[in-house]
């Protein structure tokens, strides 16, 4: 109940009253208590996913369910839950418990999977940042470096850096079936998949040889061996250097007789 005048008037006909407006009616049932109905359980709970999920809800008995999958409240009018279904890509699952006249709060669960795209190529040109996505296209391992997280890899389209991936241990050539798993971002302006997911092991294959090139050639058209495995024949150091494999803080200056770069 809404009270809008509280001001006695000096009016006969209005003195000491009081004008009521916006009445809202609450459901009880007998001994005066507020019909409460529980909301319904989704299972499994909201997450990311990388295979379909088979989605149940379930309600006190008695109770109809009714349920939504685009995010929105559901109501009398939204789809009768009857029995479990499946969802493959990322979806907002919202029901309700109705008896009689009486509804449930609202309960939610998101399912979050990643973005399918068949193979490097098509990862780097529609990748967004920090976006989940799943190559499902098979790859092929160049070069792993277990205690830096690095994981290089290529198929017919690219080549690409996996980046903290998981523990399994690789070789050069190895096959990896499947599809693999992580967050698109950049480093240094160059597409990498970070905290890559993988659930296969590796399959021997034919090893990846290094494609020969110039300074030249990394110098007019870098984009296109980023992250391949290449030989540049005939260089020389300028100056002497000490490396080990997981110091990557110096930089050199070489040249292969026509061209230097660092």
């Known amino acids: 109940v809404v009270i809008t005048n509280l001001s006695p008037s000096n009016s006969t006909s209005n003195k000491d ?10 459901a009880y049932e007998g001994g005066g208590s507020v019909v409460t109905i529980a909301a319904p359980a989704i299972s499994p709970a909201s997450g990311t996913f990388y295979t379909p999920q088979t989605i149940a809800i379930n309600a006190a008995e008695g109770a109809l369910i009714y349920y939504t999958l685009d995010g929105t409240t559901p109501t009398p009018a939204s789809t009768l839950y009857t029995e479990p279904f499946t969802v493959s890509a990322t979806t907002t699952v919202k029901a309700i418990a109705v008896v009689g006249e009486n509804a449930s709060a609202a309960a939610t669960a998101i399912y979050t999977f990643p973005v399918e795209v ?9 990748g967004v940042n920090n976006t989940l996505y799943k ?4 790859v092929k391992v160049i070069y792993q470096n277990a205690a830096s997280g690095y994981l290089y890899v ?7 850096l996996f980046y903290k991936y998981n523990n399994n241990e690789y070789e050069n050539g190895d096959v990896i079936s499947g599809g693999i798993c992580g967050t698109y971002g950049l480093y240094g302006n160059a597409p990498q998949m970070a905290g890559a997911l993988n659930p296969a092991e590796g399959v021997a294959g034919t090893p990846v040889e290094p494609i020969v090139v110039t300074i030249a050639d990394l110098q ?6 980023l992250h391949k495995l290449v030989t540049i024949n005939n ?18 200056i070489i040249s292969d007789g026509e061209n230097s770069m660092t």
Not at 18 to 23: V, W
Not at 118 to 126: L, R
Not at 135 to 138: A, E, F, L, N, P
Not at 154 to 160: F, K, M, P, S
């Open 17 to 26: 009253r009081l004008a009521i407006s916006c009445i809202a009616w609450t």
């Open 118 to 126: 068949a193979n490097i190529a098509a990862f780097k040109e529609n």
């Open 135 to 138: 190559i499902t296209g098979d």
């Open 154 to 160: 290529q198929d017919e389209t690219g080549a690409l």
């Open 220 to 225: 007019s058209d870098f984009a296109s061996y």
């Open 235 to 252: 260089v020389n150091f300028d100056g002497n250097y000490s490396y080990t494999l997981n110091n990557r803080g110096n930089s050199a």
